[in-house]
């Protein structure tokens, strides 16, 4: 079952823009964690954000985590070509169980 | 090691085959997964292990058949599919198996494209 529901389910931006993802979840979570997807293949974890966490950076993403709206977002900075991708958040409840939101398909343009 | 292998990259199969994909990981993670992903859906659980037993099974049909014969490599037996199952099979792995503290992240193989005909 999909728990997160993200927006916008498609995003197409120029190179050096900065890109917003959110993802909104229905039930209390444990964590929320990011995954980027290339076209067909694999998923990547990106971060992983906990229920009693407000912000964390890594690179050039920067998530947020608000618990009391059931809402999270992902800022790319700078953007790339490379940055391409679907991007998904995973809320899990007790333990690693993983429920993926639908997804931003995120276009960068070179 | 920090990687999840599986095999094959591409599947195709007749609707009374019998096949099998494979996943292999060496990182010493406790728990593996598999996940089934439709075109421009997110992927969705399948099963579970947890140290090498079947922990979870999301009512998947019993045409699938998963098998974990040590704690590094995880199969799926298929047989008698549908064309509905034509999707992309992922294989994950994490250290740590669900329920047993806070949420760690998983590892994922590039799938298996699965088509059926």
């Known amino acids: 079952s999909q728990q997160g529901e993200e927006d916008p389910q498609a995003l197409s931006i120029q190179e050096g823009e900065n890109a917003t993802m959110n993802c909104s979840y229905k039930?209390?979570?444990?964590?929320l964690q990011w995954y980027r997807q290339n076209s067909g293949r694999g998923l990547v974890h990106l971060i992983l954000i906990r229920s009693n966490e407000r912000e964390k950076h890594s690179g050039r993403l920067r998530v947020t985590l608000d618990t009391s709206k059931k809402s999270s977002s992902l800022l790319i900075t700078a953007s790339r070509a490379a940055d391409t991708a679907s991007y998904f958040c995973?809320?899990?409840?007790?333990?690693?169980?993983?429920?993926f939101g639908g997804g931003t398909r995120l276009m960068v343009k070179p | 090691d920090t990687e999840v292998t599986q095999t094959p990259k591409h599947l195709v199969m007749g609707m009374t085959n019998k096949k099998s994909l494979k996943c292999e990981q060496h990182?010493?993670?406790?728990?593996m997964y598999w996940y089934k992903q439709k075109a421009k859906k997110p992927p969705e659980l399948m099963f579970v292990y947890s140290y090498e037993k079947l922990s979870i099974n999301e009512s998947v049909p019993s045409r699938f058949s998963p098998e974990c014969p040590n704690s590094s490599l995880l199969n799926l037996h298929l047989h008698a599919l549908q064309p509905e199952d034509s999707a992309l099979y992922l294989c994950?792995?994490?250290?740590?198996?669900?329920?047993?503290?806070?949420?760690?992240?998983?590892?994922f193989g590039p799938g298996t494209r699965l088509t059926v005909l």
């Open positions: 990182m010493g993670h406790r728990a």
């Open positions: 994950a792995s994490s250290q740590r198996v669900p329920g047993q503290g806070e949420g760690n992240e998983q590892f």
């Open positions: 995973a809320t899990g409840p007790a333990g690693n169980m993983l429920t």
């Open positions: 039930t209390s979570i444990n964590n």
